[in-house]
């Protein structure tokens, strides 16, 4: 009549020891930081028109309207070393991911030793089984996840900083590799009518109708005009080699050092921008997986302050085989229980590193905080670049038109026998030098388009490569 009472209060018994666990697994876990980027309501430097509340960033750098640049592009997103780098170490953030848990789920392990007694009239094999389950106590569980979460995060954020890095970085180069083209071909131009210039110069020195200083000066400034052609000549090399290596080849391809249009931005204006595309930025998404990594490490921290406890169980089998010189069979020896791991007393050193692990998250949320301060003075940078420099192409266009329209008088009256060849010849210098302006102008806005959309977050790039992918240019993230 005694029995049956107490075997009514083991279901309670056992409710409330499940009960106690999965308090104990909750308690300790702090709560994440509440991060509120100081992002600006409105742009100081964007030019009027520019208005919230979105922007499609995919593909901007065919705004430029460089088909080729297109095709480069895809290329580099998928045969680039730096971004297969980034999704390697993805793949392997995402199954440590996947597995953050593992460590507190049963686990079994088979073993063998052979033990020899000292006096030497004995020597055992021993084999056998031990199984231990850690219960994730403390805040341990949601801790490992955090940890693991803000690894993978992490990763994510090193493969999209890489990809939108490498895009800009090709865009940079082309523009560069084809405006430095444009400049040889306009200095040689120049070179050419300094020849002829110098021509005509030393028949009027033979006719003494110019001094020989004129002629001298005129040498002088085509030596100057030849050795100014190295200049473009060493940038079309050097952005060939360097989109070489974006493109992941050791050669660059011979149709790229043959001249083409330059890269034109044209009638382009910025229409939208909005404050919070800054969250887009890779180096703000990997400040915000640190805050959430350097949170589950504090939790870990806060965990290994209190006892482990866990279930554990073990099973050997012995087996004497030297006694006398004669084999002989063993025994089977089997344990089960609570395994208890107690700090009682470490010299705080546990303690301390709870302490310093907070302090770590704090400096990490400051980290997220310097990191949207940055993003927001790269784009207010850029965005102020870019509208000086669309002014400065607009007036050095209308220069190199007002050139072209003198060269035509000079021409017209050449013909007419109403002036020189020689003006001739200086005006096409003179032309040809507005145009050379007018080649850096638009090369400098091109260049400060790429940085105001690299500062902005750069364009959404495709989606994270899986685990048995390789990154490629389909698909795209928001």
Request: charged residues 20%; hydrophobic residues 45%; negative net charge.
């Amino acid at each position: 009549m005694e029995a049956a009472p107490r075997r009514d209060r083991h279901p309670l018994a056992s409710g409330l020891l499940a009960l106690g666990l999965v308090v104990l697994a909750g308690c300790s876990v702090a709560p994440l930081p509440e991060l509120k980027p100081p992002v600006p309501d409105a742009w100081r430097n964007a030019p009027a028109g520019v208005a919230p509340p979105s922007a499609d960033l995919h593909g901007w750098w065919q705004a430029l309207g460089d088909p080729e640049l297109d095709g480069l592009i895809d290329r580099a997103l998928q045969n680039n070393l730096d971004v297969a780098q980034a999704a390697e170490r993805l793949r392997a953030a995402r199954v440590l991911n996947r597995n953050a848990h593992d460590p507190y789920l049963p686990s079994l392990h088979g073993r063998t030793n052979d033990v020899i007694d000292p006096d030497t009239t004995a020597s055992y094999f021993v084999v056998g089984f031990d199984a231990l389950w850690e219960l994730p106590l403390f805040g341990a569980w949601q801790s490992s996840k955090r940890l693991a979460q803000g690894q993978e995060n992490g990763a994510s954020a090193a493969l999209r900083g890489a990809q939108v890095s490498m895009v800009a970085e090709v865009t940079r180069r082309w523009v560069e590799l084809r405006s430095a083209q444009e400049q040889a071909r306009l200095l040689t131009g120049i070179r050419d009518a300094q020849q002829e210039k110098l021509r005509l110069v030393q028949v009027r020195e033979q006719l003494k109708l110019a001094p020989p200083v004129e002629v001298a000066k005129t040498q002088a400034e085509l030596a100057r005009t030849e050795a100014a052609l190295a200049e473009p000549q060493q940038a079309i090399n050097a952005s060939a080699q360097q989109l070489a290596v974006l493109l992941g080849q050791p050669e660059p391809d011979p149709a790229w050092l043959t001249p083409g249009p330059q890269p034109r931005l044209g009638q382009w204006q910025l229409t939208t921008a909005p404050a919070d595309m800054l969250r887009a930025r890779p180096e703000i998404a990997s400040a915000e997986a640190e805050v959430l990594r350097a949170a589950g490490e504090l939790g870990m921290s806060r965990a290994d302050i209190w006892p482990h406890i866990g279930l554990g169980a073990s099973l050997q089998w012995s087996a004497n085989i030297l006694s006398n010189y004669r084999a002989h069979t063993g025994e089977a020896i089997s344990s089960v229980g609570p395994v208890i791991d107690v700090p009682l007393f470490d010299w705080g050193q546990r303690i301390s590193a709870a302490h310093a692990k907070d302090h770590e998250l704090k400096a990490a949320v400051y980290g997220y905080r310097q990191a949207v301060l940055q993003g927001v003075a790269e784009a207010e940078t850029a965005m102020g670049d870019l509208e000086q420099l669309r002014m400065r192409e607009e007036a050095t266009q209308r220069a190199s038109e007002a050139l072209d329209g003198s060269m035509a008088a000079l021409r017209k009256r050449a013909e007419l026998s109403l002036g020189s060849n020689l003006d001739v010849q200086d005006g096409l210098i003179e032309n040809q030098r507005a145009q050379l302006e007018l080649v850096s102008a638009i090369a400098a806005r091109d260049l400060a388009y790429v940085s105001l959309y690299k500062a902005l977050g750069g364009a959404p790039m495709p989606n994270p490569p899986s685990p048995a992918t390789a990154p490629t240019a389909q698909g795209s993230t928001d």
